[in-house]
């Protein structure tokens, strides 16, 4: 089932990706013929997933207490700071 | 010989026996930059060389997804403009500590997420053998560094064969680790599970003097692999004759017949020079593990790119009213259409149980298939051959990806050698090889290239010799 400009919308909106009609219709016009391809060679693979390449185990230590990144540093890449913090437009009513 | 165009090998000689320092080895290579634009490079950031080891005063390039503490990092993309990263990639810093200078960093498409360098967003980058022609990407300003001696090696993210793709291209060695081999802590990679640190030089033996000084266990990459490499190039008898499996019949389906004749003459050669012993293998799953390697990308882009809001760092849209307006104006704006692409498909075939059944899951079984065959044919030859590329240059009717996809896709060493010239532009062909066999895939690459005599027939155009 080809994916619609309407489904292509909405997919956007997940990702805080307005589209407008006309890049809906586009992007839906680039992904179709991936799907495609995809419903024809995927269909019917049995074989247990690789959901990653690594073998190895995960690596664990001590949570013990060190020095972050310098908060002027991190700071320094915002567009907007106060106060020592990220600075963003008003997310509470008056 | 001017300095800008040697080999790794061949600077280390040259300040060995004292004829330049390293200082006058870092600015040969700048002022060639100076002399030849070809929109390698993103932004130039020279650090001589820090003393002595085994890359003492040899100048390298970085992708500029590599993060330089206190250096402007985009990963090629207009949503991270401005963004100096804090810190340093790993890999950075053991460069530096053995010795290399630092030229600056070097124009891919945004993000590494497509293979032609067409699609980059804030430069073209020229193929230094034909400017106005492709160098290939994603890595293509790494590797027309390289190509045009404004860099002796380069070092940049592949998560499909984005080094190897232009290092065909520009005539270049092009290589890529087993999957953890080298850190990818401060790498801005899209896929982490297909990303590999790729290197790209002029010569096997720059290769395996980096992979050696870059090798190791890091623990900030959870997935790097325990142990160091040395000696890469030890001479080690081989017990028998090599066995090369070759598909003759699968690389005509994809590939033009003259990069297929260009392949075929270097695996007629190995056999008839070097006694190597040709098999015919099957590798029915080519055009499979290219669009499962297109799924899992675009889904882990979905989520690794989804940090891009605005708020912490990078591009931010002006006078947004509220979080809404600027998580989605920042990120329509920032974002370049190709990762807009890429978001949605990751984003739709993850997005509910059915998409993910149909295609991510089923991708997923698609990366087993190919793993586990090429696991099967280890039983049976040493390396798989194949060309590097379907095509020359511009030319688009087959996946750029379809030969160097699956080795990312099983986390596989594989390097491509320049193996000759088509209409004046180099091509290349591959050599893939089990986990874990950087060294036996070196040294084989070692003979090829001697057999090839590729670097001997170096011209100027591009060669910076």
Same mark, same amino acid.
């Given at each position: ?94 | ?12 000689? %040259? ?15 700048? &002022? ?25 005063? /040899? ?25 100096? !990263? ?16 630092? /030229? ?26 034909? !400017? ?27 998560? %499909? ?35 590999? /640190? ?7 033996? &720059? ?50 017949? &003259? ?51 605005? /708020? ?6 002006? &006078? ?85 996809? !699956? ?59």
């Amino acid at each position: 089932m080809p994916v619609t400009k309407e489904e292509m919308k909405r997919i956007g909106e997940i990702i805080y990706l307005d589209l407008t009609d006309e890049e809906s219709v586009r992007f839906a016009d680039l992904l179709n013929p991936v799907l495609e391809k995809a419903d024809e060679l995927l269909d019917g693979l049995r074989e247990e997933p690789l959901r990653h390449i690594s073998q190895l185990r995960n690596r664990l230590r001590e949570d013990e207490v060190g020095i972050p990144l310098p908060k002027e540093k991190v700071l320094a890449n915002a567009a907007e700071t106060q106060d020592g913090c990220f600075r963003v437009p008003r997310i509470l009513e008056d | 010989m001017t300095i800008a165009g040697m080999s790794v090998i061949e600077i280390l000689e %040259g300040q060995g026996r004292g004829e330049f320092t390293p200082e006058e080895a870092l600015q040969a290579h700048l &002022d060639k930059i100076e002399g030849e634009d070809v929109g390698a490079f993103l932004r130039l950031c020279p650090k001589t060389s820090s003393g002595p080891g085994l890359l003492q005063g /040899v100048p390298v390039a970085l992708g500029d997804e590599i993060c330089m503490e206190g250096v402007e990092t985009t990963a090629g993309s207009r949503i991270l403009t401005g963004f100096v !990263p804090p810190y340093q990639a790993a890999l950075v810093g053991k460069l530096q500590g053995a010795g290399a200078a630092l /030229v600056g960093k070097t124009n891919l498409t945004e993000f590494g997420m497509s293979f032609d360098m067409d699609d980059a967003v804030f430069q073209r980058t020229q193929n230094p053998w034909r !400017p106005g022609t492709n160098p290939g990407g994603a890595a293509g300003g790494a590797a027309a560094a390289v190509a045009a001696g404004q860099a002796a090696a380069a070092v940049a993210a592949d998560t %499909g064969g984005d080094v190897r793709i232009p290092a065909s291209f520009c005539g270049l060695v092009g290589f890529v680790p087993t999957y953890g081999r080298v850190s990818r802590y401060g790498v801005i990679q899209h896929a982490p599970s297909l990303t590999q /640190v790729g290197l790209l030089a002029r010569q096997v033996g &720059d290769i395996a003097l980096l992979l050696e000084v870059l090798a190791g266990e890091d623990p900030q990459d959870a997935t790097t692999l325990p142990g160091t490499l040395s000696d890469l190039l030890a001479q080690a008898v081989e017990p028998k004759p090599l066995r090369i499996g070759i598909a003759p019949d699968i690389y005509r389906s994809f590939a033009g017949g &003259d990069v297929c004749q260009a392949a075929a003459n270097v695996w007629q050669r190995a056999a008839e020079e070097l006694g190597w012993e040709l098999v015919e293998v099957d590798l029915p799953w080519l055009e499979l593990a290219q669009i499962a390697r297109r799924l899992i990308a675009a889904a882990e882009s979905s989520s690794t790119l989804a940090r891009y809001d605005g /708020v912490r760092y990078g591009y931010r849209a002006e &006078d947004a009213q509220d979080m809404r307006e600027l998580f989605s104006r920042t990120r329509a704006e920032g974002f370049g259409e190709v990762v807009k692409g890429e978001m949605l498909l990751g984003t739709y075939i993850l997005g509910d149980k059915a998409h993910y059944e149909a295609y991510y899951l089923q991708a997923l079984r698609a990366r087993s298939v190919v793993s586990k065959s090429l696991q099967d044919l280890w039983g049976e030859v040493d390396f798989v051959l194949t060309p590097t590329t379907p095509e020359l240059p511009g030319k688009r009717q087959a996946p750029p990806e379809i030969f160097t996809g !699956p080795s990312n896709l099983a986390g596989l060493p594989a390097i491509s050698l320049p193996c000759g010239l088509v209409d004046g532009l180099p091509v290349g062909v591959q050599l893939v090889a089990p986990a874990g066999e950087e060294g036996r895939l070196l040294r084989a690459a070692h003979v090829l290239e001697r057999m090839i005599g590729f670097a001997s027939s170096r011209n100027g155009g591009g060669q910076g010799a």
